[in-house]
């Protein structure tokens, strides 16, 4: 982790001085000491170029109360050494009471070790190199509690309870400055190490050489790898409904078949997919007859079939992917398009009914559960232009409306 530079060390020596008379820092350049008007804390920053003392070859060594701040030599201006920072409490000569770190330099860097300690013991130590942090730890009561690997700018990291069991582990770092981390790790064979969640075993993981092969939970959920992807078969069960889902992976991407299962092992849905898209769809009712099924065309189509529980079909017709008024010409929604049929229970045909993108277009009918026809419409541009009912074959009724939903025209039979 990043921490103050040295300007920040000498705020807190000045805080805690409590006097501006006396002056509590001195500062030596190759063994002699600078003058103390020049080792006011505004003016020493050693590391941004702003102390007009610093030398550009040569050794600067800093204190206050006899303990370290600065011990660096200058090569062009550039220094490598050590810059300690200290927040004590109650007596400043007392390491341990309060809290100070020690950071090592290389060029004008951060490059080497980096240690903070709270009231005598180690909390965080870290390795830098160039400026960069490669790896640190972090303890609590000394006790090892996280480490953490950076690589590619990116943090992996294993965590520890108190008797020094597994929380977090992700292999995908450098953690050959830990030899448990590491072994943990797959180094140099296979290894699987269990996780703890609340004093419990939680999940069973699998490593071989940083690469996860295995996990494996104790309920039920079972996820393969390879190359750090998903790969095979993988079990996942949902921990409020308990329903299992067993999907089939390639290359970290859906391909095959995913089924749905509830707590009873009853199927509740299929889904095939190839590299990742979805090809078909089947939902089930309880008692074991289908529900609902899409089948995809491309992902922007798909032809839906709505059932009955009695195995009839409900509802049939095309979906496309709409533009949705929420986000812009994103596509975010299905919506009806083409000619769309339902039926009752019995089979017979209830309503037909014609979408252009989820707009009614055209001719609607709606039918009785005899199949005969008992309402037609027409829509144009969207809108309800007429509406026609009628009775065992003879016009009842006739609407004509404007584009605001208001009626020009109105018959009814016997009533013109």
């Not at 610093?54 to 370290?68: A, D």
């Not at 996820?223 to 790969?231: I, P, T, W």
């Not at 049929?341 to 277009?361: A, C, D, H």
Request: include cysteine; aromatic fraction near 12%.
């Amino acid at each position: 982790m990043r921490l103050p530079v040295i300007i920040v060390t000498f705020l807190f020596a000045s805080n805690l001085c409590g006097g501006a008379s006396e002056n509590y820092e001195k500062c030596w350049v190759n063994g002699k000491p600078l003058p103390e008007n020049v080792n006011a804390s505004s003016e020493i920053d050693a590391f941004q170029g702003r102390f007009s003392h610093k030398p550009k070859t040569g050794h600067l060594k800093c204190t206050r109360y006899g303990l370290p701040l600065i011990d660096m030599k200058f090569v062009d201006g550039r220094g490598t050494g050590r810059e300690w920072a200290y927040r004590l409490d109650g007596d400043q000569t007392d390491k341990n009471r309060g809290t100070w770190r020690v950071w090592e330099y290389r060029n004008a860097k951060k490059d080497g070790k980096y240690e903070s300690f709270r009231n005598g013991e180690k909390v965080e130590e870290s390795l830098y190199k160039d400026d960069e942090e490669v790896w640190s730890k972090e303890f609590e009561d000394s006790k090892l509690r996280v480490v953490t690997s950076r690589k590619n700018k990116r943090s992996y990291s294993a965590a520890f309870d108190d008797h020094g069991n597994f929380t977090r582990l992700d292999c995908r770092g450098d953690f050959s400055f830990v030899p448990k981390v590491h072994r943990a790790c797959g180094y140099p064979s296979k290894t699987t190490v269990d996780i703890y969640r609340r004093g419990k075993v939680y999940e069973t993981l699998t490593f071989y050489k940083g690469e996860k092969q295995l996990e494996q939970a104790e309920d039920g959920t079972t996820r393969h790898f390879s190359a750090d992807k998903l790969e095979g078969e993988s079990i996942v069960v949902d921990p409020r409904t308990k329903e299992k889902t067993t999907t089939q992976y390639k290359a970290g991407k859906k391909h095959g078949l995913e089924r749905v299962e509830d707590v009873d092992n009853k199927l509740l849905s299929a889904t095939k997919y190839n590299n990742d898209l979805v090809q078909e769809r089947i939902e089930y009712f309880l008692n074991g007859k289908k529900k609902r099924i899409e089948t995809y065309s491309s992902p922007e189509h798909k032809m839906l079939i709505v059932y009955h529980d009695n195995g009839q079909v409900r509802e049939k017709g095309e979906m496309v992917r709409c533009k949705s008024r929420f986000s812009g010409w994103s596509y975010s929604e299905w919506c009806p398009n083409g000619t769309h049929t339902s039926y009752y229970e019995n089979g017979t045909k209830q309503r037909v009914f014609r979408f252009e993108r989820g707009s009614l277009t055209g001719t609607q009918e709606i039918f009785d559960d005899k199949g005969a026809l008992v309402e037609k419409s027409e829509y144009a541009s969207g809108y309800l232009s007429t509406r026609t009912k009628f009775e065992n074959g003879e016009v009842v009724e006739f609407e004509g409306f404007e584009k605001d939903g208001s009626r020009h025209t109105h018959t009814k039979k016997g009533n013109p």
